[in-house]
């Protein structure tokens, strides 16, 4: 029986013949398992592209939060500096307040820039396993490709073909395509009658 869908393209032997295991019997049109193949093959290759691509952006936001904890760093120096100037009158209270604020925003810019590492590290997550998807994909479509030949599962003889080139034919179907008979070993059962 075919372990796909498809129109028989070839009869492969002939009717009442010998065939061996796993000999090809029937090829099956490949034409949609061929295609199916490629863009199994191109989403792999696009999901690794991604991949790569995610991994270029967690750098990018890596380097961004360390530039941010630097900005960070200085503005608590600089209001650490300021601090002592304010208590004794050497600046006003507006510049003191300034540098208050800016150490604030510095602090959300290291939030907003560790969120964005977290959020780059689960965009690798999910890039590593679209490939994983991808690749299971295409050996499924492999998998189906190599099945459009279908192959006798013993050695034996033919029996009639019950399908012709260009019928269509569809996996799991109740009817086989040819039936396979085993001739090697033969049991045989000898009765001896004894008459006295």
Same mark, same amino acid.
């Given at each position: ?40 093959? *191109?989403? @792999?290759? /696009?999901?690794? #592209?991604?991949?790569?691509? +995610?991994? &270029?952006?967690?750098?990018? $936001? !890596? =380097?961004? %939060? ?48 560790? *969120?964005? @590492?977290? /959020?780059?590290? #689960?965009?690798?997550?999910? +890039?590593? &396993?679209?490939?994983?998807? $991808? !690749? =299971?994909? %295409? ?58």
């Amino acid at each position: 029986r075919p372990q796909i869908s498809g129109v028989i393209e070839e009869i492969l032997f002939r009717e009442g013949s010998m065939v061996k295991e796993n000999q090809p019997l029937y090829r099956i049109n490949t034409d949609n398992y061929t295609s199916s193949v490629a863009s199994g093959q *191109a989403a @792999v290759q /696009q999901s690794e #592209a991604n991949y790569q691509t +995610a991994i &270029a952006n967690n750098a990018n $936001a !890596k =380097a961004e %939060l360390v530039s941010r904890q630097a900005s960070l760093a200085q503005a608590r120096d600089d209001l650490q500096r300021l601090q002592g100037l304010v208590a004794i009158d050497a600046i006003s209270q507006q510049q003191y307040e300034q540098a208050k604020t800016q150490v604030r925003t510095a602090e959300a810019a290291v939030e907003s820039a560790r *969120a964005a @590492v977290g /959020q780059t590290q #689960a965009g690798i997550e999910s +890039a590593r &396993a679209d490939i994983q998807a $991808a !690749k =299971a994909n %295409l050996n499924a479509n492999t998998l189906d490709l190599s099945r459009t030949i279908v192959r006798a599962p013993i050695s034996g003889r033919t029996d009639r073909s019950n399908v012709t080139a260009g019928q269509l034919v569809s996996a799991g179907q109740t009817e086989p395509l040819v039936t396979v008979s085993r001739l090697d070993p033969i049991y045989v059962d000898i009765l001896s009658l004894i008459h006295i």
